[in-house]
């Protein structure tokens, strides 16, 4: 049977022990839900650029209808028009893209960020231990004589 001083230490010891093995596991998880969370991100930013080339055909094609229903497919009006929705949409896609950018360097910070916390709580779990640890050391024991 151990003495009440090593059996703390030994269950002090393999809780540590299970707090740092839980927090592994919560960062894995974590890093896996940002990586579900970015992928999520950039699938809808592909949507996006799609429907934005599609306004962009629609929006031109009306154009060139008009313009050809009124016999001005050569006018200055329905050239400029054309035009300025293709700037529209090109400044559209640049915002698209930058907005994925920011995502993903903002999914970078995360994981770095939850990789620093979990080295803290490790790192504070051992310093608990190592005090509780020395702090049972140097209480006199009792041995039971008056």
Known sequence: MLDPVTAAIVIGGT??????????????????????????????????????????????????????????????AAQGGYSSVGALTSGNMQFLNQMDSMNSQISGLMRTSQRYAGQASTYGSIANLSLAASGMMDKPTDTGKA
């Not at 934005?52 to 094609?61: C, K, S, T």
């Open 15 to 76: 809780a540590a022990v299970g707090g740092v093995v839980s927090g592994e596991k919560s960062r894995s998880a974590q890093k896996k839900a940002s990586k579900k969370q970015e992928r999520q991100a950039r699938l809808q930013s592909a949507r996006d650029a799609m429907s934005q080339v599609r306004q962009q055909r629609i929006a031109q094609a009306q154009i060139q209808q008009g313009a050809a229903t009124q016999g001005t497919q050569s006018s200055s």
